[in-house]
Structure formats: structure tokens, C-alpha cells
Nanobody
Framework: QVQLVESGGGLVQAGGSLRLSCAAS????????MGWYRRAPGKQRDLVAR???????NYADSVKGRFTISRDIAKNTVYLQMNSLKPEDTAVYYC?????????WGQGTQVTVSS
């Protein structure tokens, strides 16, 4: 059973940067698109960045130009580099396949951006 473990969140001031990591216990990146999702307080969980098995990337309009998704297949790890952070980026961030698979949801990592 694959497990995904997110890390790298924290408290940062507006305009700052964070790099999130998602480590997988198995090799799922070769055949699956992977995504970073986030759930802000009181809102649904949304996909913000996606990387396909062919390494193509897509971003939600709200993060385009500020966030970069990447992966290291050898390390079974997906990253999310977040720059120019805004208070509205405050959320719990999760990784999963795209489309998501219920059994893969982890605890997520909290990102809090202060103004």
C-alpha cells in the first residue's frame, strides 16, 4: 500500500517562500500524474498544481507564476516550490494522484502566511 507523506509547511510572512515535499513509499510517479491540493479553512480541497507522468505541468490560476511543481523519480518525491506567498495561500497542503485516490490522502502539511 502506497503512503504519501507531506512535509515542509510552516509559518511565513507574505512575500516569503516555502518548499513542500511529498515522499511516496512506492514508485507511483512513473505511471500517474501527481498533484498538490490545498484546503483553506471553511473551503473545499482544490487542486493547485499537477505534474503528469511525462513531466508536463499545470497550475490553478491563483498560483500560476508563483508556484512550481517538480518531482524526483529516483527519490519518489514530488515538490512544490511556493514563492511570493500571500495570506490567501494559507491552507493545509496535500499531495495525491490526479485524479485523486481516497486511500492516498495523508495528513497534509500546514502553510500559514501572515500579512
Amino acid at each position: 500500500q502506497v503512503q504519501l507523506v507531506e512535509s515542509g509547511g510552516g509559518l511565513v510572512q507574505a512575500g516569503g517562500s516555502l518548499r513542500l515535499s511529498c515522499a511516496a513509499s512506492g514508485s507511483i510517479f512513473r505511471l500517474n500524474a501527481m498533484g498538490w491540493y490545498r484546503r483553506a479553512p471553511g473551503k473545499q480541497r482544490d487542486l493547485v498544481a499537477r505534474i503528469t507522468s511525462g513531466a508536463s505541468t499545470n497550475y490553478a490560476d491563483s498560483v500560476k507564476g508563483r508556484f512550481t511543481i517538480s518531482r524526483d523519480i529516483a527519490k519518489n518525491t514530488v515538490y512544490l516550490q511556493m514563492n511570493s506567498l500571500k495570506p490567501e495561500d494559507t491552507a493545509v497542503y496535500y499531495c495525491n494522484t490526479v485524479p485523486d485516490y481516497a486511500a492516498y490522502w495523508g495528513q497534509g502539511t500546514q502553510v500559514t502566511v501572515s500579512s
